[in-house]
C-alpha cells in the first residue's frame, strides 16, 4: 500500500501602498496590502490532490487598529493570483500572518511577522507555510476474489480524528486514500478485506505516527512511511509521501536490501515491455542468478554481469536493446492499466529492490501516460532501494529509443537523466 502527500505553491506577499494620487495618500496616511502570488509547478502539481488548499488568508492585526482579515481563492488551473485587499493604517508593530485554507480547515500556516509601515513605504515579505495535514494513499494487491469489499481507517489514538473510505472489489488491485490527516497524529492504520455478507476475511493494522515531513521506515509487512521536505520562499512547500505496501493474501512483504535498483519500467507496449536495472556500486557485480518477480510469479534470469554505475536491460523478448529475457514471455507481461508489483530478488529470494507501479490514470503521482508509447524513468540514480517506491521520483520518457527501428520512447541501456 502506499500513502503520499504533495502540494507546492510559491507565494509573494507585498506590503505596501498603491494610488495615483499621493496628497490623498498622505492625508489618509494609510497603507494597502498587495498580494501577489504564484503557483510553482512542481513536477507533479499538474494533477488534482486529494488534500489541496483552494484559499489564501492574508490576516493583519495591531492594537491601534481592527484586525483585517482577507482569503483570496487559488485557482488550481490558474498559476498566478493577484489581489489587492483592503486598506489599513500606516503605523508600527503590523502584525502580518499567511495560512491557507479548504472546507476542512487550515492546510498551511506559518510564523507571524511584525513590521511597521509608513506612508508611501513598500515592503517586502516572505514567508514559510508549512502544510498542518496530508493525505494517506493506499495501494493494494492481492485482494482476494472472495473479498467483496475494501475498508480501510486510520484512527488517533485521542479519538480526535478519524478517515476512513470502503470500495466494492474490482480487481486485485486497488487504490485508496485517507485525506486531510493532521501532521504529528499518533494513531492506527486498518485494512480489512470484507467478504460479500460482510465476514471479515483478511484484515492487518499497524500503530503510526503520521508526519508530513520527515522520513520514517516501519514494518507492517513491510511498510514505509516517507515525508519529505518544503521548498518555498513566501513558500509553501510539498509535503512528502507516506507509502504502506502490504499483500491481503498474508504473506508478508520482504525489505528492499538494494545493490540493484529498477530504474525504467516499459509497460505502455503490446509485447515490448522491459525494466532497466543499475548497479548503483563502485565496483562491478555478477549474478549467477536474478529472479524477476511479477505479481508474486518468479522467473530466474541467469548470468547477468553489471559494469560500476551500469545498467542491465530485462525485455519481455529478445529486443534489439535487451541484454537478457525469461524463456515465458508473460514474466513481464506488464499492465497498462493496472500497474504491476515488480521486484528483483537474489538466488536466495532476498528482495533486492521492488516496484509497485500504478499505470493509467491515478492518484498515486505516478506519470499518466495516456496512449502514449513510453517508458517510465526514474529521475534519480541512487543506491536507495526505497527511492523508487514513490510515483512523484517518475518521468515519461522523453527520448526515442531508436527512430529507424520504432517510434517507442525510452532509454534502455543508458541514464534516462
Known amino acids: 500500500m502506499k500513502i503520499k502527500i504533495v502540494l507546492g505553491y510559491f507565494l509573494m506577499l507585498v506590503l505596501g501602498c498603491s494610488t495615483n494620487n499621493p496628497t490623498q495618500f498622505w492625508a489618509l496616511r494609510d497603507a494597502k496590502i498587495q498580494v501577489a502570488a504564484r503557483i510553482r509547478s512542481g513536477p507533479q502539481l499538474g494533477k488534482l490532490l486529494a488534500t489541496i488548499a483552494d484559499s489564501l488568508v492574508i490576516t493583519v492585526a495591531a492594537g491601534d487598529m481592527d484586525t483585517l482579515r482577507v482569503a483570496l481563492k487559488i485557482n488550481q488551473s490558474n498559476p498566478t493570483l493577484a489581489d489587492t485587499a483592503l486598506s489599513i493604517p500606516s503605523g508600527k508593530n503590523r502584525r502580518v500572518g ?12 506559518g510564523d507571524h511577522q511584525t513590521i511597521s509601515l509608513e506612508p508611501g513605504e513598500t515592503k517586502s515579505l516572505s514567508f514559510w507555510l508549512t502544510p498542518c495535514k496530508g493525505s494517506i494513499y493506499l495501494s493494494l494487491i492481492d485482494i482476494p476474489t472472495a473479498a467483496d469489499s475494501v475498508f480501510a481507517r486510520f484512527l488517533a489514538d485521542t479519538g480526535a480524528f478519524s478517515a476512513g473510505v470502503k470500495v466494492k472489489r474490482s480487481s486485485a488491485k486497488t487504490y485508496l486514500s485517507l485525506d486531510n490527516i493532521p501532521d504529528n497524529t499518533a494513531g492506527t492504520l486498518t485494512i480489512v478485506a470484507l467478504g460479500a455478507a ?8 499497524q500503530h503510526l505516527v503520521y508526519r508530513v515531513a520527515g522520513d520514517t521506515t516501519l514494518s507492517m509487512s513491510s511498510m514505509t512511511i516517507s515525508g519529505g521536505a518544503l521548498d518555498i520562499n513566501a513558500t509553501i512547500g510539498t509535503p512528502g509521501a507516506t507509502l ?16 540493484c535498483i529498477i530504474t525504467e519500467i516499459m509497460y505502455a507496449v503490446d509485447d515490448s515491455e522491459y525494466i532497466e536495472l543499475y548497479n548503483p556500486g563502485d565496483r562491478d557485480t555478477t549474478f549467477d542468478t536474478l529472479i524477476i518477480d511479477k505479481d508474486g510469479v518468479f522467473r530466474p534470469i541467469p548470468h547477468l554481469a553489471f559494469k560500476a554505475h551500469g545498467f542491465v536491460v530485462i525485455g519481455r523478448k529478445a529486443l534489439p536493446w535487451a541484454d537478457a529475457w525469461p524463456g515465458v514471455q508473460s514474466a513481464l507481461d506488464l499492465s497498462s492499466t493496472s500497474g504491476n508489483w515488480l521486484a528483483v530478488r537474489a538466488k536466495d529470494s532476498t528482495v533486492l529492490d521492488q516496484v509497485a507501479f ?8 505516478w506519470p499518466a501516460l495516456g496512449s502514449a508509447k513510453k517508458s517510465i524513468v526514474l529521475d534519480s540514480l541512487c543506491d536507495d532501494p526505497a527511492y523508487n517506491n514513490y510515483g512523484k521520483h517518475w518521468r515519461a520518457a522523453q527520448s526515442p529509443i531508436n527512430p529507424a527501428i520504432t517510434l517507442q520512447y525510452g532509454t534502455p541501456g543508458r541514464s534516462g537523466l
Open 98 to 109: 499567511l495560512q491557507t485554507k479548504n472546507d476542512n480547515g487550515i492546510v498551511h500556516t
Open 198 to 205: 460482510r465476514d471479515t476475511l483478511y484484515r492487518s493494522s
Open 244 to 259: 504502506v505496501k502490504t499483500s491481503l493474501s498474508g504473506g508478508a512483504a520482504s525489505a528492499e536490501r538494494g545493490g
Open 358 to 365: 500504478a499505470a493509467g490514470n491515478n492518484s498515486q503521482e
